[in-house]
Nanobody
Framework: QVPLVESGGGSVETGGSLTLSCDVSEYTRTHTHFCMGWFRQAPGKELEGVAAVRVIDRSTTYEDSVKGRFTISQDSAKKTLFLQMTSLRPEDTATYHC?????????????????????????WGQGTLVTVSS
């Protein structure tokens, strides 16, 4: 499994914004057809898919509660994955993990389904904590 590194987490008040980044260069250097995205895990809850993108056509999918508030994107060099989060709510508080995988494509496979076992994904990050206070 390729390790990924997230950054950008922190503490904000309700309505605030944060942008998470994930260094995916080690994975994209050797893979071309795959999807990548973000999961989150709140305290006491199971892993949840938040947003994902299919690299080949940049098609995206979002979990219903973040639609219109979060935007997933990648830089042109495919070295960094971003998650722009606006209008943050206390229920967005969680540890956010980035991931990449060849089999989990199209991006619709990342949300609204049972969480995957992270250990079986091609690439996985240890997470960055986002805390939203009311």
């Amino acid at each position: 499994q390729v390790p990924l590194v997230e950054s950008g987490g922190g503490s904000v008040e309700t309505g605030g914004s944060l942008t998470l980044s994930c260094d995916v260069s080690e994975y994209t250097r050797t893979h071309t057809h795959f999807c990548m995205g973000w999961f989150r895990q709140a305290p006491g809850k199971e892993l949840e898919g938040v947003a994902a993108v299919r690299v080949i056509d940049r098609s995206t999918t979002y979990e219903d509660s973040v639609k219109g508030r979060f935007t997933i994107s990648q830089d042109s060099a495919k070295k960094t994955l971003f998650l722009q989060m606006t209008s943050l709510r206390p229920e967005d508080t969680a540890t956010y993990h980035c991931a990449a995988d060849r089999a989990m494509c199209p991006s619709e496979l990342w949300v609204g389904r049972g969480p995957p076992n992270p250990y079986f994904l091609d690439a996985w990050g240890q997470g960055t904590l986002v805390t939203v206070s009311s």
